[in-house]
Each structure stands twice: as C-alpha cells, then as structure tokens.
C-alpha cells in the first residue's frame, strides 16, 4: 500500500486518547476533523474512541498514514466493561488535568475519562471539571476527600477485576443512592461539580462497606425516601422497618462522643471499661470518619471493626 504519510505529526503522549490526537494531528497539518477522518479511512466523520467505533475503520491505510502499529493504536482506545453494573467511562471529556492542558492545549488522556481517576497519572496534579460550575469555590473537607478516594479505589478494584461479588454491590448501592437521593444520579460519577462527584464516590464507598448504615444516614435526611423504598424494594419489609427504626433514633449530636461510646446505645455491645480492644476500634473510627463525625456513625463503625476482628483468623503458631 503506497499511501503518503502526513507530513506533520504531533508527538503522542503516553495514554493519550486517539481522539484527542486525531484532532492534534488536524490542526497541525491545518485541515479539519472531518477531512481528516475521511483521509485516514475511519468511516466516520468524528475520531473513534472505543474498539467498536473502529469496526468500520480501514485499520492498515490508518496505520499506514498516520505512521501508528496496531498495537500502538489498540493503546489509544477505551476499554468499555458492558456487564458492569454501572457506566465508569465517560462518553466526553468531564475533566482535564490543568498543568498538562496547559503544556498542550487540547490534550486528553484515557484515565481522564474514568469515573475513579481524581489526579492525573502523568504529573500527579489534581483532575478538575472541564466546565466550571457555581459549587467551584466550595471547599471539599478532608473527610470526604477521603471517603471519595476510598469509593474510587473500590469501584476501580471492581471494574478492573471484574469481581463479581463487589461489583454486585456497587450496583445495589448505585441503585439504592438513586432511590434515596435521585439528585445523584449515575451519570453524577461524571459531574462537572466536584461536590456531587465527590459525594458520589463517598457515597458508593459508604453503600459498598456499609450498606445498611448509608440508607439511614440518607434515611434522616429525606423520609419520602421511605415509600420510593418501598415501591423499588416490596419484597424487603422487615428490612425496610429496622432501617426506618435505625433512621428514627434520637439525635446523638446532643450527647458528648464519649457518653455515646460509652452508653451502649443502638444495641451495639460497646462497654464502659478501657479495654484496648475496644479503645483501639473507637480510634479507628474516629480515624476514618473524621473527629466531627456523627458519633452515631462512630459508635456503629466501632462496632464493626470489633465485629470484624473477632471473625478475623488467629495466628496460632
Ligand atoms: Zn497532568
């Protein structure tokens, strides 16, 4: 094949994505998009992104024009999991990394699109909206920072792994957040508002570990959440009344930390002595939730990390 290369390409960064070269390589050799595709047999008058958009591809007068091997060209395109429960890869660019964009305009690499990507694998800066919004000044708490990052590395264990088991529950605790809170909606993983794309991943992460403590958190702030519950889960009515019963506790803001963790309140066996067990589960706590949390919320976390370790094997040896 006697195909004359272009005379101008710009170099590719590592995880570049192909669209993002394509529109490169157009301005650089001072024609349009459209032209360009159509020159390079792409069958389409926009850049493919995925494996199934270069189906109609003319993939050997691609390669051949564009100076590319297939194999460099495979490491241009998403990956789409389509028996994941949830959509984690965007289908536009959500957000760029400000110090790369900067160095080449226009540039978009291929974790930028993934739901869990939060800084940019190749200088390490933080990853920010494309668009901005009015909740830009708003600042994240180093709490949610950190849930979020715990949601993402979740979420990206699971669709990385295809573990079933996890990617079960990432759907269950997508479908319930939709229930509870339809303000977050899954495409909310892809927000140009760091808030809600924040909370998203908190939230996935506290619904993944948690399940039952995140719906009546998000329980005690919206009750006409109950009859949206029970219309999606009919079958689930006892486990509908124990979670309403959990959400309907006094507020536990009224009473010091320490009472709360010492006063054996909603039924979790948490005694008074100094037991470093016990102490050491309510450090934990406070730990991952953050001192100003809800000392419900640490007293229930304390419970579970006990729990946990009593279930955990014991080295004998
Ligand atoms: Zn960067």
Known sequence: MNLQPLPRRPVRRPDELLSSWIIRLAKANHCSVVELCGYLGLGRDQPPETHQELASADIARFCAIARLSPDELNDMVLVRQHDFPIECISYENFQQCPTCTNTDPGLALRHWRLAWSMECEACGSELLPVWKTS??????????SRRAHLGARRLKFAYCHLNRRLSRRVGLAADVLGVMAPQFKRYALFSHSRVQRYSTLASLYLGT???????????????????????????????????????EMPPAQKMKKKDVLSSGAFGCRFPTSSNPVFLSAAKDAIEQLGEGADPRELLLLADEVIKRRRLAPVDIS
């Open 209 to 247: 570990t948690r399940p039952f403590l995140f719906a009546a958190i998000a329980l005690r702030n919206d009750w006409s959440a109950v009859t949206r519950l029970g219309a999606a889960y009919p079958h689930r009515k006892k486990m509908l009344e124990r979670l309403v019963g959990l959400a």
């Open 135 to 144: 909740e830009d000044d708003v600042q994240i708490s180093a709490a949610l």
